[in-house]
């Protein structure tokens, strides 16, 4: 559990938040090493359970996928460039992101991914896209924005870039 | 089997999550409703493999707010299956 995950949960309304983990974490192999081994679809799955400690009374899934959690290699963005890849506090560059099916988890007016972030600071895309802009599946696009105006990075600093379904694979 | 064409399904862990509830607010808890993305009303559960997603968990209701150590979270069975 994060930080934000204390803030994101609303206990009173029913609601606990959780940053899931990914694959390296779960398994102590990385996912250039699961990369190697397939080419096609890689799909692990995740039961989650919740125990209330006074008893030790598992609490019921109201149905078979209200407590599954699905990794899949399908649903893992990933990003091929940046351009121009030498690029300075401010300046505009394009990410090249394939989005690969996790266009199908936006809803329509939400923004296209949750948020990039090179160095310390995020990115802006104001003014070069609009919050509807959404890409071809399965295929790379650009992804404009601004870089911060205080952003500090170093050599070989490569963004973290998140959609609503996790983390983005940088080729 | 080509391995371009192999699909692989691992029955990997259980995320377990406890909650270390005070016994006033045990009777309160209920279910799990819905796995799903933080913030939307979608609910599905398919994620990148490099995980960083934050999923809501709806159903688990409180009769008060709890304070936030009393949520913890472990991943229960932590050794890697393999392959099936």
């Known amino acids: 559990m994060i930080e934000s995950d204390n803030g994101d949960s609303n206990t009173l309304g029913g609601t606990i938040a959780y940053t899931i983990p990914g694959i390296q974490e779960l398994t102590g192999e990385t996912i250039d090493h699961f990369e190697s081994l397939f080419d096609g679809d890689i799909q692990f799955r995740m039961q989650v359970s919740v125990e209330n400690n006074d008893n030790g009374n598992m609490l019921e899934c109201t149905s078979s996928t209200a407590c599954d959690i699905v990794y899949r290699y399908l649903y893992t963005p990933q990003l091929f460039d940046v351009i121009p890849n030498h690029a300075w506090a401010g300046a505009k560059v394009n990410f090249m992101i394939n989005p690969a099916a996790s266009r199908n988890q936006i809803e329509a007016d939400d923004p296209p991914y949750e948020y990039i972030k090179v160095g310390n600071e995020k990115v802006d895309y104001t003014g070069l896209m609009e919050t509807t802009y959404r890409t071809g599946h399965y295929r790379v696009s650009p992804y404009p924005a601004y870089l911060g105006a205080e952003t500090k990075v170093s050599l070989n600093s490569p963004p973290t870039i998140e959609f609503y379904v996790g983390l983005t694979k940088v080729r | ?84």
């Open chain 2, 1 to 84: 089997m080509s391995k371009r064409n192999k699909r692989v399904g691992v029955p990997l862990k259980r995320l377990l999550l406890t909650l270390a509830t005070y016994a006033e607010l045990g009777s309160a808890l209920s279910n799990i409703s819905k796995t799903r993305y933080l913030g939307t009303s979608k609910a599905s559960n398919t994620m990148s493999i490099l995980g960083g997603a934050s999923i809501s968990i709806d159903g688990v209701g409180f009769a008060e707010m709890p304070s936030d150590n009393l949520i913890n979270f472990k991943i229960e069975d932590s050794d890697f299956d393999g392959f099936s």
